[in-house]
């Protein structure tokens, strides 16, 4: 082909300028971010996700429950939050929760709901009720008139045991005895005058009557501690039955509370004593705190009245934090409890309102997932203690009431995540029912422009930083266009958003600039390209000091620069790579040897593209001849797993090279799959790709010819550097689209690939006749050697 005629060629692939990178008009954009926009709409770039979610939140049917799906950083949560608030306001703000003391079985506490804001009215009453009780009572018992009550009652049977001795000790005279008591307390006969006999049967009958009457004063006696109980009781309740009654009026809508009250005054009447004496830890003051633990009203949850309902997020959701638990004391030695020490999880938090978890933080405790699945189908929340139950101890607890529960839960996660949890756990899929996707990319409009800028400014906003101008978020949406690798979409994760912008503000504080221009945000992006760009300084070391063997310039036999992509943590980068092809005859079985897949470096999708090119190779030459030969083809100098097709285009051109023994321009690189009819596929990370060549051209020296080949199915992905872009603008650099294998064949020989005689036959001059050439006198080789082995037959 003449140099002018393969120059027409060159140019007839070559891209426009404007095809490189869609760059954003800062002229269609507000002026800077002081213009008053709206707030960014909530549905912007996740319609199918909020319908999901709304759809969820309309239902109120057991299970249905949501699984938000998406890549971290897109704002998930940040968004269901923000849908939730508008929701929550109009809603009736859920019941309040206390826990009390269980009079009548002490190991299940009892739980009491309230409407919002009364249970801390309720605690502080009872308390408060508590402390004027006990100042009341002690006056009250402690005072002179109820203890000449008292002294009456036991004079009584003071009285009656001086009668009681006084007469049997007027018998005893008469028989020389008379009663004493000993030192240790017993009442005992003893001789009035020692030198005289005593009567033993007069002695035994008198003990007789001692022992009857010993035994009618501890039965008066049990009946003056029965009358004094009564009488303290009776005090108690003239006492306590006043200063109960305003608290009762106050709760009387409120059955459970009501009866909780006259229990509690019940057991005060009942344990009077103790409570005055103090002598019982039961009825003493629990640590921080104003009441005894049996009098305590424990405040599990509380909500303003008005408030609407409850959002909450749970950062750590173990199964203690999710379900709620108990805490223990121990005193000498010995674990204690009460109703006091109960807490509240955060289902009990976000009960009759939204409860947002992170699920693969869910995941990661023990038992979580078990007991919020347990909850939600039961809709009940029960407080159990996870120690017991995991160490299966006799060891007591309390087993409080459980809580009626009414809340959706969303889960925010990502797609691989979701998918494990869709077979390997059976129930999943009947409690969150509803999945709602959220995308990380918006096709790139007009509209979607605006509502970024919107977004934008909300986030100005929001940090607090500077103004942006419209060149700033004009460099912006281009940037986010890269991300999203696509110039007809731009990148929605707004953890990068707001990286980009807050990195742009202090760039242009630091400068003492007020507003932040695009020079700042371009400034911003290289810092962050510094920061992520060592492991691709270390590649580029091994070409700079040429370890690493790349050609720029020249041609060469079998021998073609592809392109890949190295991806590792947050650090992506493209780099070329030299392919190499060898052949020989082969006059037995031909087959086409792939290195990397045979030394285990190649993955799955590498092996495939190797078997379609051979597939293909054997559709254009196999009604001619036989395919007598053997290839090899491998990556030169790479050491690392290689997977993927996007190098299938490469391979086809380096083999077809050294089959038809043609050299192939080594200015230029190319990258693309290819399917068995030889049709170019777009791959993934074309811009990587590009800009790793254009780097090594660079270096190696640009002289105005180097380029890539890429499929003309990629060119929507196009969003390349301005360097790049400012290269080709000046012909020093060039971007070529194909369409097919021949077309990319015809660009890197310079020659004419496939036509075909009057015979149906390729061309002598052209590189598929080379190749027929050069097979058929294989075979003739073949059949020469078959000839001689038969001759020595």
């Known amino acids: ?60 049917a057991n299970g249905y429950h949501v699984f938000a799906v998406g890549e971290n950083g897109l704002g998930k949560r940040t968004l269901i939050t923000r849908l939730l608030s508008e929701r929550a306001k109009a809603m009736p703000t859920p019941n309040d929760w206390v826990y009390v003391h269980n009079f009548a079985d002490s190991r299940r506490p009892i739980a009491i709901d309230f409407p919002a804001g009364l249970a801390a009215s309720f605690q502080s009453k009872t308390h408060k009720l508590w402390q004027m009780a006990k100042k009341k009572l002690a006056a009250k018992l402690l005072g002179d008139t109820h203890q000449s009550h008292i002294d009456a009652i036991k004079n009584n049977i003071t009285i009656a045991q001086n009668e009681r001795f006084a007469a049997i000790n007027a018998k005893a005279v008469n028989f020389n005895l008379i009663l004493k008591s000993s030192a240790d307390g017993r009442t005992q006969f003893v001789a009035i005058d020692e030198h ?79 409570i005055i004496n103090e002598d019982d830890e039961d009825f003493v003051p629990a640590v921080l705190s104003d009441v005894p633990s049996r009098y305590a ?39 204690l409890t009460d109703v006091s020490m109960i807490r509240a999880g955060a289902l009990h938090k976000a009960n009759g309102g939204f409860l947002l978890l992170e699920a693969q933080s869910l995941l990661e405790h023990p038992y979580a997932w078990q007991g919020l699945k347990r909850a939600l189908q039961s809709k009940q929340i029960k407080i159990s203690s996870l120690e017991q139950m995991l160490t299966l101890t006799g060891s007591l607890s309390l087993e409080p009431d459980s809580v009626d529960l ?45 509502g970024l800028v919107c977004k934008m400014v909300d986030m100005v906003k929001g940090y607090e930083l500077p103004h942006f101008d419209n060149t700033a978020m004009a460099a912006i949406i281009d940037e986010l266009s890269k991300l999203a690798d696509d110039k007809n ?65 020249g041609r060469a036999t079998g021998q073609i620069n592809a392109l890949t992509v190295i991806s590792y943590a947050d650090s992506e980068f493209g780099l070329p790579a030299r392919l190499t092809a ?72 380096a083999l077809l090279s050294a089959l038809a023994d043609v050299p192939i321009a080594q200015n230029l690189a190319i990258t693309g799959s290819m399917n068995q009819l030889g049709q170019a ?49 000046a012909d020093q650099f060039a971007i070529y689209a194909i369409d097919d294998i021949r077309q990319a064949l015809t660009l890197l020989t310079g020659m004419a690939v496939d036509d075909k005689n009057k015979n149906g036959e390729y061309k002598k001059t052209t590189l598929f006749g080379k190749i027929a050439k050069r097979l058929a006198s294989w075979e003739d080789d073949d059949d020469d050697k078959s000839d001689k082995d038969m001759k020595k037959k």
């Not at 934090?321 to 121990?330: A, D, K, Q, V």
């Not at 810092?527 to 760009?533: G, H, K, L, N, P």
């Not at 074309?686 to 660079?698: L, M, P």
């Not at 105005?704 to 003309?712: D, S």
Request: aromatic residues 6%; contains cysteine; glycine residues 6%.
């Open 1 to 60: 082909m003449k140099p002018e005629d393969y120059q027409n060629l060159l140019n007839s692939h070559k891209l426009e300028i404007s095809a490189l990178k869609r760059y954003t008009n800062p002229e269609s954009l507000p002026k800077n971010s002081r213009v008053k926009l709206p707030k960014p709409a909530i549905d912007f770039g996740q319609k199918r996700a909020i319908k999901a979610i709304n759809t969820a939140l309309d239902i109120r």
């Open 196 to 274: 005289k006999p005593i009567d033993t049967d007069a002695l035994a009958k008198l003990q007789k009557q001692l022992a009857n009457a010993q035994l009618e004063l501890e039965d008066l006696e049990d009946a003056t501690h029965d009358a004094l109980d009564k009488l303290h009781q009776s005090t108690a309740e003239k006492v306590l039955e006043p200063m109960f009654r305003p608290v009762l009026t106050a709760f009387k809508d409120f059955p459970k509370a009501i009866r909780h009250l006259h229990a509690m005054r019940d057991d005060m009447v009942k344990n009077i004593a103790r």
């Open 297 to 335: 009203v424990n405040v599990l949850v509380s909500h303003k009245a008005g408030t609407g309902a409850p959002i909450v997020f749970e950062d750590l959701p173990t199964h203690l934090n999710l379900l709620g638990h108990i805490e223990y004391t121990t005193e000498l030695g010995t674990v």
């Open 406 to 450: 009414d809340v959706k839960v969303i889960l925010l996660g990502e797609a691989d995540l979701y998918y494990e949890l869709l077979e390997f756990e059976p129930e999943f899929n009947s409690v969150f029912k509803i999945r709602a996707d959220f995308h990380d990319t918006i096709a790139r409009t007009a509209e979607s422009e605006t």
């Open 489 to 553: 979409k731009l990148d929605l994760h707004a953890n990068r958003l707001s990286a980009l912008m807050v990195e742009s503000a202090r760039i242009a504080m630091m400068n003492g600039d007020k507003m932040v221009g695009a020079n700042h945000v371009k400034s911003a992006l290289a810092d962050m390209f510094e920061r992520t760009s060592y492991l691709q300084e270390l590649y580029w070391q091994e070409i700079e000091n040429g370890q690493q063997i790349i050609s720029t310039t």
């Open 582 to 653: 060898l052949i020989q005859p082969n006059f037995g079985h031909g087959e086409i040897l792939d290195i990397e897949r045979d030394v285990e470096l190649g993955g799955s999708l590498h092996a495939k593209g190797m078997l379609i090119m051979s597939s293909f190779l054997r559709s254009l030459f196999s009604e001619f001849h036989e395919l007598n030969f053997s290839a090899s083809l491998a990556f030169e100098q790479s050491y690392a797993h290689i997977d993927g097709d996007s190098a299938t285009l490469a391979e086809c051109c």
């Open 681 to 729: 596929q777009a791959v993934g990370g074309v811009n990587a790709k590009i800009a790793g060549f254009f780097d090594a051209c660079v270096e190696k020296g640009l002289d105005g010819t180097q380029g890539v080949i890429l499929p003309r199915t990629n060119l929507d992905q196009l969003m390349l550097r301005d360097d790049i872009v400012a290269a080709c603008a």
